[in-house]
């Protein structure tokens, strides 16, 4: 696809909705009108846009994590947060359960997580007594109520979502319990640290000598209160490609009490205890909204944290952690 077919594709989006969107949905929407491309390609075509005139952007947030979005000409783009919420605003005056499939696929990634928060405000009392009832890691609710549990780490399969919608005509939603022992009190400080696991993240068709060489450095919290959960950045992991999340994709866990949103990617992860190196697949929960404090709750036992991974780490690499609370270190080594 030459450059300014490209541009011309994503001027087309961004002329069909009212919203500032982000690069993540509008490589979504090419993609469901059978375009093949690349994230990197998407994001390079609307700086390209942005730099001609031809569309306004901004960066939310700072730095390499900040996000860029973009929307046609035609308004100020000190609008950016009116013109983004007003439309979600109105998608989600419905009752989340009256959302069929369809619809669902054609919102953005800000519209369903906007469903999600509508979800936990209308049915909160629905959603205590279903895991009261079913002591269950996993839910899932459906016109109007409870229709699936799942114990499984990584919950219900997709197939078994698209199963049940297909039966009910309208959409699943799924949440995850709080099985993470982690005080929400700790918060880190001077004199307070918290023990760390360096790891490399890469793609899931990755060879050992790729991800090692161009893979994704993140110093992870290791934390043995975490039977299995590994959660990292989605925004982070775009940058290497990773396939950016689709509205059916995403789901909904609780952590300290507080709502998250994710999507499942297969990776690579890397161990380097440089004497040899050792990886492993692993299904991982990528958090949207990362570096946002108030919408990620990993960030409340330490707000620097870059990846959270559990005690399954010791066994799915078979390695020691040796902690030295006086140089505030972590020794690995590989077995």
Not at 42 to 66: C, D, F, N, Q, W
Not at 76 to 92: C, F, H, I, N
Not at 191 to 208: K, S
Request: glycine share 6%; hydrophobic share 40%; charged share 30%.
């Amino acid at each position: 696809m030459t450059e300014s077919f490209l541009e011309r594709k994503i001027l087309s989006i961004l002329k069909s909705t009212e919203e500032w969107m982000d690069v993540a949905s509008i490589l979504n929407m090419l993609r469901r009108r059978g375009e093949d491309v690349s994230y990197s390609s998407v994001k390079t075509a609307l700086l390209r846009a942005a730099a001609k005139g031809e569309i306004l952007s901004k960066k939310m947030g700072s730095g390499r994590r900040g996000i860029w979005i973009f929307h046609v000409k035609g308004e100020d783009v000190g609008e950016v947060q009116r013109a983004s919420t007003k439309p979600l605003a109105m998608k989600v005056g419905r009752d989340p359960f009256e959302i069929d499939p369809a619809e669902r696929d054609s919102y953005t990634i800000d519209q369903i997580v906007a469903l999600y928060e509508s979800l936990y405000t209308r049915y909160s009392a629905l959603i205590k007594d279903c895991f009261k009832r079913t002591n269950a890691r996993y839910i899932v609710l459906c016109n109007g109520g409870l229709v699936l549990t799942s114990n499984d780490p990584m919950g219900p399969s997709n197939e078994q979502l698209k199963v049940i919608e297909r039966r009910f005509g309208k959409v699943c939603y799924v949440i995850g319990a709080d099985v993470i022992e982690e005080a929400a009190w700790s918060q880190l400080g001077d004199g307070d640290f918290y023990p760390t696991l360096p790891v490399v993240l890469g793609r899931e068709e990755w060879e050992e000598e790729e991800l090692f060489r161009n893979g994704l450095h993140v110093v992870a919290d290791f934390d043995t209160g975490n039977p299995d959960v590994s959660a990292f950045s989605m925004d982070e992991l775009t940058t290497i490609h990773v396939k950016a999340p689709t509205a059916a994709e995403i789901r909904s866990d609780i952590h300290l009490g507080r709502h998250f949103y994710y999507v499942w990617r297969s990776l690579k992860i890397g161990v380097d205890d440089f004497k040899k190196q050792r990886h492993i697949g692993k299904t991982c929960k990528c958090v949207l909204y990362w570096d946002d404090k108030k919408r990620n709750p990993f960030l409340l036992a330490n707000q620097n944290r870059e990846g959270f991974i559990g005690r399954d780490f010791l066994f799915l690499f078979s390695l020691e952690i040796t902690l030295n609370p006086l140089q505030k270190m972590s020794r690995v080594h590989l077995l």
